[in-house]
């Protein structure tokens, strides 16, 4: 697996998040396949739905252990502050949503969506991280 | 905080990117604490003051004292 870094804990990071996403393609598939042709039911469907989350605590695992390996302090201040902002605009965001559904009529946003939007908010603040630190 | 950090570099010619490697921190970093964007841990700044061969406060200083 090639990474472009020479940070070692940034590669490091790199190839445990390309794993975990691999996992979580593979156990997706799994699951679904599962539901569909054997209808599971009891214990088994529980442990089976639950299969393509464990990947994604994984990822979650796999930053933590980055920013407790990353040396530079900088760059960890850095990551920490998208990290951080990605995760207030997450919560901001469904909290919103979330009286929005109580009160109005706009659409129920599933649960499911909450990970992906919590990448797209940290990639805005991680681009207004670069933008405060730019050279 | 202010530094000297650029005017050491320049004595020594040196680019940020040979006092990255010398303190093992990435150029982000040098450019960062240089600009006064960041200020280092005093591990850091002991290190650079040991690069440097001076004491912390003869390379770091407040901005009020300016």
């Known amino acids: 697996m090639k990474c472009s870094t020479n940070n070692p804990a940034q590669r490091r990071f790199f190839v445990r998040f390309v794993w975990s996403m691999a996992a979580y393609v593979v156990l997706l598939v799994v699951a679904v396949l599962a539901f569909v042709r054997w209808h599971p039911a009891g214990a088994l469907a529980y442990g089976l739905a639950v299969l393509p989350a464990l990947p994604i605590l994984a990822m979650l695992v796999v930053i933590g252990a980055y920013l407790a390996e990353e040396k530079d302090e900088f760059i960890r201040k850095m990551q920490i502050e998208m990290l951080l902002g990605g995760t207030g605009l997450t919560l901001s965001v469904v909290s919103v949503w979330g009286f929005l559904e109580n009160f109005t009529s706009v659409r129920h946003m599933d649960l499911l969506w909450v990970y992906p939007l919590f990448w797209v908010c940290t990639g805005i603040s991680a681009l207004v991280v670069w933008m405060r630190y730019r050279s | ?66």
């Open chain 2, 1 to 66: 905080m202010k530094n000297r950090l650029k005017v050491l570099r320049a004595e020594r010619d040196w680019s940020q990117a040979d006092l990255a490697e010398r303190l093992e921190v990435s150029r982000q970093s040098v450019n960062a604490i240089e600009t006064g964007k960041f200020d280092p841990s005093l591990p850091l700044a002991f290190k650079l003051a040991r690069l440097f061969g001076l004491p912390i406060e003869e390379i770091f200083f407040e901005d009020s004292g300016q």
